[in-house]
């Protein structure tokens, strides 16, 4: 059985401190969904686990200045709950209700999910629609663009001494639509074979991104730009899906092979597309219900 | 490793025992605590076998570190029992829900937290609640069934 030293802190800054000391033999502790996993099956080994639970500013969903900040500890159950998420982002509360199941999103962060960086993780297609950007303390304060966060399979920028603190999400003032589409084996808690996200805003702005089809999630730009200021409309779908696998670059795995993943990616792109038009509309099918 | 004292609620007693940094929650309740309810199934979060409630909500004790609920309040099965067995274990007796039982606890302490979510939830929502508790018996019908059956009478 591996042994570690177990530290709860109260504060960043402690949780700073041990860091700094401890360095790549540390790791901390938000939920556990991911980490204590990864211990017992021995793919990380840390011999200080710092344990953030008790630090009260990381917690919480609320309004600050010109975004919406959803705090280090605040796991997919209280995203699902929030009024204020399905007020100003309900794409959010859809995508977290296709994480995992309650009796892990109970535990499970939003901030830790990214944190694992898995490429199928199911909150980074919305994070990247949304332009979320990740509050990062280390030796020095940083905010970073979501996009700029992931560096591959299980690699984030996050350096060793450093410590999420939070996501800001920029208020939207457009009218928008949006969706998160997750394809898994089977209905229920599965991870994706497939990811999508997308936004249309009224200014006819898209945004695009995808998961578990590349080493880690992205968006397609090209595909956006393609779209910008087009109303769409079935021809427009077609032309678009080629243009968006550009973007990825899917992998064989356990979960489904490269060809089947390219091929659904462009079905479900679509199906995404259209629900996100049709939500802008006023007439698409209401926020949380699985789309596949 | 060090040991440490942890205390914390559980089943609304106060209780203290030592652990180990890496002793998890499934293993102090079950071994230590003689709290037999929650049981191990996948080990890794998938199951729901080994689901308890943690300051109310459902929570898998095999990927929580005993350490992390001092200060705390568990109630397993045997919690939610304590004066006689509740109308939704009566009602999963009434419908013969379960048949080798090994995903009961889980189930009855998740359908438990949805219940006092929302006293009124539709077949969809339950069957959301209980998408991450396996059971390889009964093909879920009976559980649902149960389910609706017991807030059909509240
Ligand atoms: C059965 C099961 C099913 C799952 N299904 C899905 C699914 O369908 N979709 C999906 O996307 N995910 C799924 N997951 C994974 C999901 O639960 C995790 O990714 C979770 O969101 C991680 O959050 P956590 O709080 O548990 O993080 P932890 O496990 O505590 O930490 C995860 C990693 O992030 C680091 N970390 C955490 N917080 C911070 C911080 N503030 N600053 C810096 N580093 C930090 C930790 O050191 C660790 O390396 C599943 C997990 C399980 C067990
Ligand atoms: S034993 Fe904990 S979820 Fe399976
Ligand atoms: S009754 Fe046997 S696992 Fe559910």
């Known amino acids: 059985m591996k042994t570690f030293e177990y530290f709860k802190v109260a504060s960043v800054d402690e949780a700073l401190r041990l860091l700094s000391m401890y360095g790549n033999k540390a790791k901390i502790l938000a939920g556990g969904t991911d980490l204590v996993v990864m211990i017992d099956d021995e793919m990380v080994a840390p011999d200080y686990i710092i344990d953030i639970k008790g630090i009260n500013n990381l917690k919480g969903i609320e309004i600050r200045d010109n975004y919406l900040w959803i705090g280090a500890l605040t796991t997919f159950s209280e995203i699902i709950h929030a009024e204020i998420i399905k007020e100003k982002f309900p794409v959010l509360f859809e995508a977290s209700k296709r994480v995992a199941s309650v009796g892990v999103r109970n535990r499970a962060t939003l901030v830790g999910n990214i944190c694992s960086a898995v490429p199928s993780l199911d909150s980074a297609p919305t994070l990247l629609v949304l332009n979320a950007s990740v509050e990062i303390k280390g030796k020095e304060d940083k905010l970073v663009p979501i996009a700029d966060f992931f560096k591959g399979p299980r690699k984030t920028i996050l350096e060793k001494d450093e410590i999420v603190l939070g996501i800001r999400i920029p208020l939207e003032t457009r009218k928008y639509g949006a969706n998160y589409i997750k394809l898994g084996r089977y209905e229920g808690e599965d991870l994706a074979q497939v990811g999508v996200a997308t936004f249309v805003a009224e200014d006819l702005e898209y945004r695009i991104a995808f998961c578990a089809v590349a080493p880690t999630p992205v968006r397609a730009l090209d595909a956006e730009a393609f779209l910008k200021g087009k109303e769409l409309n079935t021809n427009l779908l077609d032309e678009v899906v080629p243009l968006a696998l550009k973007a990825i670059a899917p992998i064989s795995d356990v979960r489904a092979s490269k060809e089947y993943r390219l091929h659904t990616s462009g079905v479900l792109l679509k199906r995404s597309l259209k629900a996100s038009f049709d939500r802008l509309k006023g007439n698409g099918p209401s926020y949380g219900i699985n789309l596949v | ?154």
């Open chain 2, 1 to 154: 490793m060090e040991s440490k004292e942890i205390k914390f609620k559980l089943n609304g007693k106060i209780v203290r025992t030592e652990v180990k940094p890496y002793d998890k929650l499934l293993e102090v309740l079950r071994d230590k605590l003689g709290v037999k309810s929650p049981k191990y199934g996948c080990g890794r979060g998938e199951c729901g076998a080994c689901s308890v409630l943690l300051d109310g909500k459902t929570v898998r004790s095999c990927l929580i570190y005993a350490v992390e609920v001092d200060g705390h309040e568990i109630v397993s099965l045997e919690g939610l029992q304590a004066n006689g067995l509740t109308e939704l274990q009566k009602s999963f007796l009434k419908h013969n829900s379960f048949q080798c039982g090994f995903c009961a606890p889980g189930m009855v302490i998740q359908v438990t937290e949805l219940l006092r979510e929302n006293p009124h939830p539709d077949e969809e929502e339950i069957r959301e609640y209980i998408s991450g508790n396996l059971c390889r018996c009964t093909g879920y019908n009976p559980i649902v069934d149960a389910v609706l059956d017991v807030i059909k009478n509240k």
